[in-house]
């Protein structure tokens, strides 16, 4: 079945009244039929009927067989990463979300779980970085905020090799765009309140994986931790996912245009998006993904243009997050990445001259005009 | 202010822009910001989210802490605070603690290299001689689950202080409204708001709330790095289920007294758990530190098969995991809310398959009896 119909018809014909839509759960606990007998749902924390619609429909989306959902996408990611154990090495993005850098670096540095950072679109440099303990590699494709594509096939492969797991953030292209669980990754994470969500409504986190060993330990943790999505924000997140075709094709359509008007902007010196055919990710992204989603980063002439920009746009929402129908504009140096220590950010490209834009789904004119009398 | 005006109005509950009675849902990952500037607004969900923040206020003033935090769950609570640990840290921790709890300690954290020593903490001198080197901390549930062992809070909180200990104390069984720890002395207070704080089984939330700024900027920390945020509607839910905290409390403890007298007269039952009750070795030290029993009551009957006949056989509580809710649930400790123990420890910890939990709800105490009877024979 294709993604568009798996996503629309998510959780139809669950419910034995009829209902079209899911039932929201809102219960804390479950009445046993009898003594040591179970309808399948004890205790919401661990299964609750809306959550399970949730969880099996991502599984489904990403062509996995579990799916796990979080109260927010670090919610997901530190349980991966509790997963793999104290006393492991991972291989990570170099350009990753600072949400992440800070839980690796102030958090899970203490359980001995540490990071090596690379540039993970170049092969050579993941495999230099692989040591005995390495437990996983972590990657972003494309990258946040710069958008830079990292071959997942032959990641997969080197990580198999050496007997290691390939965990995706898969949250910019989406399943829709890109499936990596196809491409040979073990385990998908997404920041759901993001294009998944759509709607800049919601708090949420999706992890799905093939192997069922692997699954069931990411449950035995997400249940013993208690790190779940409630009832009321799973089914938010299951109508949000019944849209995602529709609004990422519009999102994009609106990306590859803004990207193209950027690009020929005087006052903008640079633009990362990897639907740009200059872009040396645009190949590679086209071989592993349907599309190049709708997040673009571009860098303006001098930093004094960046308080004005962000002051004169109307339309135009600065805020921190993306994915939603609403276009949004964040400044990575302060926002996103501002717990990245100033000069690693610098010599990632994540200056002081560079704004993030996640596109909507609004008319692409009205964005344009915005942009244009923001930038003169 | 009496604690039950207190309840409703602690100053955060009335919306300041439009005067709306019931704070707003604020149902949104992420906020306009003005400029470069941030000056401490809003500006992620995950960060601080309006609604989560004035539960978070209310839950402050009723534990009369310095600052509450709110979590996915009770366990994404207890998860959060032991992230406060390094590998090499040892804990104490109340020996009939809560299995969930039980397991994450012994499944997750001690693979962190978090060690756990679980002890009897109704014993002051049994605390002491196991505090070793390492030891950072005392993890304390008084009255106890599902035992409602009482410890002794004020003298291990000294105990705590002479060695430098940080107490933790999960308060789910009392409330703020019967028992306020931090005023005894204790550190952090931890809550699985699923219970009686919320109220009503519709909702599973959790709750920390500090004594000082040291400890509520780390857990700040972990909570927005961690990310186990409880959602806006399930906030809102909760900050529902807190205004009828006392008329609920009030009406669980005089039915649970009702039903605790008459179980401990009753032939097939041949011991009664309950604070208040006379041959509960710790009810006068309950009396000085709380201002009532709550509603939890357990009880061993005379064999395995007559509290499995009668678990059957109930009619009114529901037979399920929780406690704390407007309806009566029954709970059979070893198989369902300590199952993740293992079986020796458990049995040596007395939760056998002869005891029986009951959280008593506001059903008629009359009908309650009236079902047991029948259930017990």
Known sequence: MELDTLAANMGVGYDCKGSISVPIYQTATFQHPALNESTGFDYSRSGNPTRLVLEKGIAALENGNIGLAYPSGMSAITNVFMFLGYNSHLIMTEDIYGGTYRLLNEILNQYHIEATYVDTTNLQEITNAIQEDTAAIFIESPTNPLLKVCDLKAIAQIAHQNNILLIVDNTFLTPYLQNPLQLGADIVIHSASKYLGGHNDLIAGLVAVKDQEIGDKLYFWQNSTGSILSPHESWLLLRGIKTLGIRMEKQQQNAVSLARWLQNHPQVTRVYYPGLPDNPGYLLNLKQARGYGAMISFEVRTPELIPRFLEHIELISFAESLGGIETLVTFPYTQTHGDINEETRNSLGINNRLLRLSIGIEDQKDLIQDMEVALS | MKKSTKILHTGNEVDPVTGAVSYPIYQVSTFHQDGLENDGAYEYSRSANPTRNTLENILTKLENGYRAFAFASGMATISSIFLLFSPGDHLLVTSDVYGGTYRALTGLFQRLGIETTFIDTTIPENIERNIKDNTRAIYLESPSNPLLKITNIRQTVQLAQTYNLLTIMDNTFMTPYFQRPLELGIDIVIHSATKYLGGHSDLIIGAACVNCENLASRIKFLQNTFGAIAAPQDCWLLMRGIKTLKVRMEQHQESARALAAWLNEHSYVNE????????????????????????????????????????????????????????????????????????????????????????????????LIADLEQALK
């Open chain 2, 272 to 367: 009664v758990y309950y604070p208040s009750l006379i041959q509960n070795p710790g009810h006068q030290i309950h009396q000085e530190q709380a201002d009532g029993d709550g509603g939890i009551i357990s009880f061993r009957l005379q064999s395995s098969t007559k509290a499995r006949n009668m678990l059957e056989n109930v009619r009114i509580p529901v037979l399920a995991t929780s406690l704390g809710a407007v309806e009566s649930i029954i709970t059979y400790p070893c198989t369902m809310s300590h199952d993740s123990i293992p079986i020796d420890i458990r049995e040596q910890m007395g939760i056998g398959e002869d005891l029986v939990r009951l959280s008593v709800g506001l059903e008629a105490p009359e009908d």
